[in-house]
């Protein structure tokens, strides 16, 4: 048999799987109904867990908007937990706590017996949390008011165990900060989707709640403590088994966040987020990460293999035409929920930058270490 012919085939099953799999999230993403603002009447006791380190430029804004929530004080506590920083992030915390008599915010601080990793961070703080529902967050991260009163709202109509609700990219006027704004969106459209047709496999901790007890079931992180990423993803896997899940689809809910400032750090950051993908037992995480990255590798040889050959010049744009179609209606319905349909103006531009990102991220996490926060990793 010839190689075109091996390469065909194997292109013709990625992506018949791929338009399977994007179709089936799609659907499911199209069948999640928004979720009305509520006025919230039945409060719980809340845990807001926030795990930072070296975030003193960004704290500032996060701390605004966590005592801006419009949820009564006396149902919450903010516990933020430094992961050994060097900078001056734990002071301004403590200072503005004194200041503003901030009774339900607490800090603590790791030790070495604790750990070095966001996953030590997010143990100790739910250690001391004394709330029903654990809601955790990022530090480079803001918010709207009713950010918290929303997610117990929806708790308590759906009376699920664990809560996914969106997280968004602010694009700011670097083209790089545009493309990851948009293909974020697609992560997050998938992953509610799947969570929609009860095959969760993504979720992001920057704006994730969950049941303390069902924590205490799955007994925490101790399953995949040796991964630097994935916190929310294990969490979620794990809780599939027994429990409900949903996503939250509602405006209010936004957690927004920065795009990576340069390529560099946007690499890392890829690298380390991939480098989970060998801790993956779940069927639909392993056969999703296949299938997407396997279409993407394909064309990108097929692209190679076309500079001796034209047949495989044609395949690589069918190809490429194939994933841009499947794409669309998923990514053209979530820009707009998140009203940044302007950005689809990008689409065509990402779908050149994805595959070559999907592929060299998926290839480094295998060999070299990423860094990230000022400390080198190696899974």
């Not at 692209?303 to 190809?319: E, H, K, P, Q």
Request: hydrophobic share 45%; net charge positive.
């Amino acid at each position: 048999m010839s190689l075109f012919m091996v390469i065909l085939g194997i292109s013709i099953i990625s992506c018949l799987l791929y338009a399977f799999l994007i179709g089936i999230f799609t659907v499911g993403w199209f069948k999640l109904r928004t979720f009305p603002d509520k006025l919230l009447t039945e409060y719980k006791q809340i845990s807001v867990i926030v795990p930072f380190r070296n975030e003193e430029k960004l704290l500032p804004d996060l701390l605004d908007c966590l005592i801006g929530q419009t949820y009564p004080p006396q149902f919450l506590e903010i516990i933020f937990v430094d992961d050994h920083s060097t900078d001056k992030g734990p002071e301004l915390i403590t200072d503005l706590i004194e200041k503003e008599q901030l009774g339900h915010f607490t800090l603590l601080r790791l030790t070495s017996e604790d750990g070095f990793s966001k996953k030590a961070a997010l143990k100790k703080g739910i250690e001391h949390s004394h709330g029903e529902l654990i809601i955790t967050t990022d530090a480079d991260c803001i918010m709207g008011q009713s950010w918290l009163s929303q997610i117990v709202s929806f708790y308590n109509k759906e009376k699920c165990s664990v809560i996914s609700a969106p997280v968004y990219i602010m694009p700011e006027k670097a083209f790089l900060s545009k493309l990851q704004s948009l293909e974020f969106m697609s992560l997050i459209g998938s992953g509610a989707g799947a969570i929609s047709i009860h095959q969760p496999f993504l979720a992001n901790g920057a704006n994730l709640a969950f049941e303390r007890k069902l924590y205490d079931e799955l007994q925490g992180y101790s399953s995949n403590l040796n991964y630097v990423s994935g916190d929310d993803v294990f969490m979620l896997i794990k809780a599939k088994q027994k429990h409900e899940i949903r996503f939250l689809k509602n405006i209010e809910s936004i957690v927004f966040t920065s795009a990576a400032p340069d390529l560099k750090t946007f690499l890392h950051q890829r690298i380390r987020w991939a480098s989970k993908s060998k801790g993956y037992r779940d069927a639909v995480a392993l056969i999703t990460s296949l299938s997407v990255f396997m279409l993407n590798f394909i064309l990108i040889v097929t692209l190679v293999l076309g500079l001796i050959d034209l047949r495989f010049l044609l395949m690589s744009a069918l190809i490429f035409i194939l994933k841009a179609l499947i794409d669309f209606p998923l990514m053209l319905s979530v820009s707009k929920f998140f009203k940044a349909a302007k950005l689809m103006w990008y689409y065509i531009p990402m779908q050149f930058f994805y595959p070559l990102y999907i592929v060299t991220t998926a290839f480094l996490s295998l060999f070299i270490p990423f860094e990230w926060k000022g400390r080198k990793q190696r899974q």
